[in-house]
Every structure is written in C-alpha cells, then in structure tokens.
C-alpha cells in the first residue's frame, strides 16, 4: 500500500513535469531553441497567484487565470525582446546564452521585488482528500487536479495542433522554417503563439507544482524546469505524447528513489536518465530520427 | 624584437602576461604599504580563484565552441580531492608550500580525470544537449560529495554513502569529508602571490594551446566540424583534449577555493550550477575567445560590487541586462548588418577611397 501512494505522488509530480514539459518540447520543436528561462517563468507565475491571492483578495480561480495572462505576455515580451533578434544567429551558443541571462534577470527581479525570505503559498485547490482501500491509500485535492488537468491539456494541445490552422502552421514552421515562409505562414507570429502557449501552461504548473509544495523562492522553478528538460528528452524533444510520458516516468523515477534510496540521491538519479537516455537513444522514447545535412 | 613587432598573436600574448604582472605588482605594493583595506584584501584570492575559473571556461566555451554548465562541478573535484589530500598529509609534510603544491597537482589531476571520463559521453552530444548533460553531470557530482563519507583509521581508508556510523572506524580514526558537512580544518595554504603564481602558469598553458598546431585544430573544430573532420581532424581526441585541460584548469582553482577556507562543503551556492553561470558570465562580458578579456572581467566583476555597495542589490539584475544586451549587440544578424554599415572604421576607410578616386 504505500509503494501504492509512493507511485500516485509520482504521478503526481510527474504531471506537473509533464506541463513544463510540453511548453520545452513545443518550443524546442518550433524554435529549435532550449528556452532556460521557462522554469522561471514558472517561478513568475507562483508569485502572481500568490501576490493575486493574498494581496487583492480575488478568488484563486480569477487569480490563476490572470498569472496565466500576466505569464503569457511575458512569455511573448522575452520571446520578442531576447530571442528573435538572435534568430539566424551564426553560433547556436548565442541564443542559448542569452535564454541563461533571461532566467538570471528573472531571478533577480523576483529576488529583488520579494526577497530572498521563503513565502508560503496557500494551496489553490480546495477539495476533500480521497481515501481508498480503508483509509490506507489516500489521494490529496492537488494530486486529482494536478493529473486531471495534465491529462486535458495534453488532449486539448493535440487536438489544437492537429485541428486547427494555427496548430497546422506550427507543425510546418517546425519542420521547416524556410519552406513554411514561403507557403505563406507567418513564422514570427508562430513562434510567438508557441512561446504564449507555453508561458500559459508553465503558470498553470507554478499554480499545481506551488500547491502541492508550497515554499516559494526566486529558485523555485529553476530545478523543475531542469528536470522536466529532462523529461522532454526522455520522451523525445519536439513530442507533445512524448512529453507526457516521459514526465510522468520521471516523476515517478523520482519519487521512488526519494522513498526507497537517499532522498539526497534523488536529483543525481533523475540526471542519470538523463545521460543514460542521451547516449543509448539520444532522440528519447517517441522522438524522429535527424540526419545531420551537409 | 623583431617578432614582438611582426607577429600580432605574440604581441597580445605579452600584453596579457604583462597586465598580471603589473596588476599584482601593483597590489603587492598597495598592501605592503596598507593601501588595502581588509576588506579588499579577503578578496584577492577569490578573484584569483575566479580568473582562473573564466580562463578554463573561456577554453572550453570561446576555443572548442561548447557551452559547458558543469565547470563548478569540476572545481567541486579539484577542491574536494585538493583538501582531502591536505588534510591527509598535514601532520606528514608539514612544509606548507610543498604540501600546497602538491595537493594543486592532485586536484588538476583529479579533476582531469573526471573531465576525461565524463568528455568521453558527453562530447558526442552538441549545443543545446551538451549544456545540459555539463549541468546535469555537475549536479550529480555535488549531490554524490554530499552523501559522501570518508574515514581514516589504522586499517586504511573507509567509505560510505550513507552516513558517519556505517563507516566503522577503529577507535582513533578520524572523518575525514563528513557528507554534507564536507571536509573542516584544510590548512589554509592558498595566498594571493600562490594565485598569482597559478594565473601565470595557466595563462602559459592555455595561450601557448591556442597558438600550437592542437589549437589550430581545436579552432577549426569550432568553426567547422564537418570541414575539419574531412580533413583529417580526429574530432574526439582534440575535444576531449580541450575538455580535459579546461576541467584540470577549472579543478586547480578549486584546490586555491578549498584552502582559502576552513571548512568546505558542496552547497549550491558555491559548486552549484548557479557557480557555472556566474563564470559564464564572467567569460561572455569579457568577450567570447577572449582569455584577457575575462580576466579583466572576472577580476573586476569581482571586485566592482565591493567598490560600489549601494548598487549590491541590482548588481545580479545589472549583469545578466548586460548580458542579454551583449549577446544581442554582438550576434543578432540585424544589428551585425547595422554595424557593418555604421562602423566608424568604415567611414575611414570610404572618405579614403573616395579621396583616392
């Protein structure tokens, strides 16, 4: 029974690895870029619902949807301002660099505005725990959320890419930039929607991932974004299935050798599927092979 | 002379050799005659320590062409591995510059070592990927010296990942690293004239690298990879070769970090991935490839938030502005164009030609 609640606090998590990690995947697929400041676009979107919540009072449904907004203009603002200058720069090294100083700059602000000093985030979710099996395995309101809305988001991602005009563009400005423009796609304006999109959906896991552990720092997001990078990789980059699985995976890796071998293990391991992945199948679960042209 | 005049390289090299030695010489004699406040002063070696640090990453970064996150992971070996053999030997050489210079080649060796090992894997993987697996790769080697535990008796060495008990020491023995509490009471052999010495020796290493037949390769790797290798570049052996020295380097300043403390301990904040961006840093405000550039800009960089204490709090915030504005300015394709139109070297030269014609 506990392996049992052990397994469901990595689905848990891993739900909330898997919502960063669709917003990676689907940047890196479309602008073939490692965007290093989505985890701290996270942290942004923790603050808002926190300041939203206990500084005006409103209701956490309002206040998510607002640091959904507030984080998806951010998102397009760091997309236009930092990284499209830098498109079609001559060195990969370049844009990378300057997503590490957005994450550094995103940091310190937060760092400046709140302090160093942990805050205490007063869970969104309000619901009566489950308890299953007499009371023996019991399932929290944020862990039912937290898998519920991964699960529809995945869905609504795939049906958006796959249904729609706007989703259609995406899958072409990913598979070719150069050909999509001259089809007529307006790749800027794609590769803007992915950033929103994404920035959107890394406020939603600050809301789950600052529910369910609710200290906050300026640091909060910089270690689950890493790790649900990793995810991303794990699943294959640029794979919106991919990410899922793959974050779920990991969350579950994590937990279970928090519970069964060091708790101060745990992130060496995740790093290690990590590595492991990248050598023995460095295009992850479900991602395409790249033949590298001359 | 006449190659001090011909040869632009040899030139720029001298000027950098001749910059650390004004500098120093200049410190040496603000502090002999009390210029210095003590404040300052605590400061000297940690500059060294992060010169150092920027030379290695500027290796790795500015001539091989990969970004690696991981370096404060390899400064986490070469400290660890540098103030263990210290402490070790403190009641055997008791001459504490022998003992200082030794525990600096076991650290650089150490942390070769390790450079090498984890270069095998990760030198395979590009841009973006090899990033991230640095980063991952330094993660793993903090959080593994954190559960770390290692003993001494008269039997010999005794390890444990687990905790101080589990290592069964006979009575007499003594912890030497104690897992998350690290190694305490490394004699504190490191000075400001040692961090001089070790700037010296690798500037010497890496410009002479640079200016050799390997470094050639090494660039060409850089520029090219598909070119250099159709003409007959082993890829692997010279990455791995830029890698592993950048690492040993990265490890040296570790060993001058742990004994300029009393007591070392993997934390974040020191060896943490947070530790490999502030190097980062220090090597792109200086200029990408640019070896005297990051000195200059690790030293003052270092340096210029103690000289200015009402902007400590924006300071961070500052950098990394600069840092996004820097990238920008020197590889957006647009304003490179701009640059290109606008500079002023252009102007000269076409009111020349124009005056010619």
């Not at chain 1, 049906?159 to 995406?170: E, L, P, V």
């Not at chain 2, 090992?117 to 330094?138: C, E, H, N, Q, S």
């Amino acid at each position: 029974m506990r392996f049992l609640n052990y397994l469901i606090n990595g689905i848990s998590l891993g739900s909330v690895y898997a919502i960063i990690a669709l917003g990676y995947t689907m940047v890196y697929g479309i602008a073939k870029m490692l965007n290093f400041a989505h985890g701290d676009i996270i942290m942004v979107g923790s603050y808002a619902i926190f300041c939203l919540m206990s500084l005006t009072g409103l209701s956490p449904v309002v206040s998510v949807v607002l640091a959904v907004l507030i984080c998806t203009a951010l998102g397009i603002t760091v997309e236009a301002i930092a990284y499209r200058p830098l498109r079609g720069a001559a060195s990969p090294l370049a844009v990378l660099i300057t997503a590490i100083g957005v994450s550094y700059f995103l940091q310190n602000m937060a760092l400046l505005i709140f302090g160093a000093n942990t805050k205490q985030f007063t869970s969104v979710i309000n619901m009566e725990p489950l308890s299953l099996f007499g009371g023996s395995v019991t399932i929290t309101g944020e862990t039912i959320v937290t898998i519920i809305s991964c699960i529809l988001i995945m869905v609504l991602l795939l049906t958006f890419i796959n249904k729609t005009k706007a989703g259609q563009a995406m899958l072409a400005v990913s598979e070719d930039q150069g050909a999509a423009k001259l089809m007529g796609v307006n790749v800027n304006g794609t590769i803007s929607l992915t950033f929103a999109i994404g920035s959107g959906l890394a406020a939603i896991a600050g809301m789950l991932l600052s529910s369910s552990y609710p200290s906050l720092t300026p640091y909060t997001g910089s270690m689950p974004g890493i790790k649900a990078f990793v995810a991303a990789v794990f699943g294959g980059i640029g794979s919106i299935p991919g990410a899922f699985i793959g974050g779920i995976i990991l969350g579950i890796i994590e937990i279970l050798s928090k519970a069964y071998i060091s708790s101060q293990l745990s992130d060496a391991i995740v790093f290690m599927v990590l590595i492991i992945v990248l050598l023995v199948r460095p295009t992850g679960l479900l991602g395409k092979k790249i033949q590298e042209k001359v | 002379m006449n190659r001090f005049k011909n040869n632009k390289k040899f030139r720029d090299n001298i000027i950098t050799y001749l910059l650390v030695i004004v500098i120093f010489a200049v410190v040496e004699s603000l502090k002999a005659t009390g210029h210095i406040s003590s404040l300052m002063k605590g400061l000297l070696v940690p500059v060294c320590i992060y010169i150092i640090c920027a030379i290695a990453l500027n290796l790795c970064v500015g001539i091989l062409g990969e970004l690696s996150l991981g370096h404060a992971g390899f400064m986490c070996v070469g400290a660890f591995s540098g103030a263990f053999f210290s402490k070790c030997t403190a009641e055997v050489i008791t001459v504490a510059p022998v003992r200082f210079i030794l525990a600096i080649i076991i650290g650089a060796l150490v942390a070769s070592l390790f450079g090498f090992l984890i270069g095998i894997p990760v030198l395979r993987l590009k841009g973006d990927y090899l990033a991230i697996v640095t980063l991952a790769f330094g993660e793993i080697i903090k959080n593994v010296i954190n559960v770390l535990y290692v003993g001494k008796d008269s039997e010999g060495f005794h390890f444990s990942l687990k905790d101080m008990v589990s290592l069964h020491l006979k009575e007499g023995g003594q912890v030497i690293i104690n897992g998350a509490q690290g190694i305490t009471g490394t004699p504190n052999d490191s000075s400001f004239e040692a961090g001089f010495v070790l700037i010296i020796l690798t500037l010497f290493i890496v410009l002479n690298l640079i200016d050799s037949r390997d470094g050639r390769a090494i660039m060409s790797i850089r520029d090219n990879t598909i070119a250099s290798e159709s003409v007959g570049i082993n890829v692997t052996r010279y990455k791995l070769m830029a890698f592993t020295i950048s690492a040993g380097i990265a490890g040296v300043a570790g060993v001058l970090y742990a004994h300029n403390l009393n007591s070392l301990m993997a934390q974040p904040k020191n060896f943490g991935y947070n530790m490999s961006i502030t190097i980062l840093l220090f090597v792109v405000l200086g200029g990408i490839g640019n070896i005297r550039g990051s000195i200059i800009s690790a030293a003052v960089l270092t340096l210029l938030p103690e000289l200015l204490r009402g902007l400590a709090d924006y300071r961070m915030l500052i950098y990394a502005i600069v840092l996004i504005i820097l990238m920008i300015f020197n590889w957006s394709p647009a304003i490179l164009e701009l640059r290109k139109k606008y500079s002023v070297r252009n102007f000269i030269k076409n009111k020349k030609t124009k005056e010619v014609e």
